[in-house]
């Protein structure tokens, strides 16, 4: 598996700790940045991990911000790509099994390193379930054309 991640200033911190997590687990990431604490605009980092996803030069993504909101949304604009926001383990392990989502949003600001760790490898090691969750799916995609 290789992962797209990246980050704007207010989640920085939390996307050296998920580095950090995925080199434990052997897993290869893209980091398209920031590397910086000043501020930058969020859509600059959280378009290119998606549309890395979404060209099939990762199989996920991982995008943070001080909520996780604004990257979520970036990240949604990209054809293809289901970002899901998640602060919760529960969360995580659902958004794999039945929405297959490839791109997880976080926000630094609204979890601390040792939750998001978790919340990064339940996501990261759980499989998509599919069956009736397909159709849903296939609805989506069938949406954006």
Do not use: Q
Not at 101 to 130: C, D, F, H, Q
Request: proline share 2%; glycine share 12%.
């Amino acid at each position: 598996m290789k992962v797209a991640i990246g980050s704007d200033h207010g989640g920085r911190n939390l996307k050296e700790e998920i580095k950090s997590l995925m080199d434990e687990l052997n897993i290869s990431y893209d980091d398209v940045g920031c590397e910086c604490s000043d501020s930058v605009d969020y859509p600059d980092y959280g378009i290119p991990v998606a549309e890395k996803v979404a060209n099939n030069e990762a199989d996920r993504g991982i995008v943070i911000c001080g909520t996780g909101i604004g990257m979520s949304i970036a990240a949604n604009k990209v054809k293809g790509i289901r970002c899901a926001l998640v602060h919760d383990l529960f969360s995580a392990k659902a958004t794999r099994e039945h929405n297959d989502s490839n791109v997880l949003a976080m926000g630094e600001r609204v979890i601390g390193p040792g939750l998001a760790r978790e919340i990064a490898k339940v996501w990261l090691t759980t499989e998509y379930e599919g069956g009736r969750h397909d159709r849903r799916l296939e609805k989506i995609s069938d949406y954006e054309g």
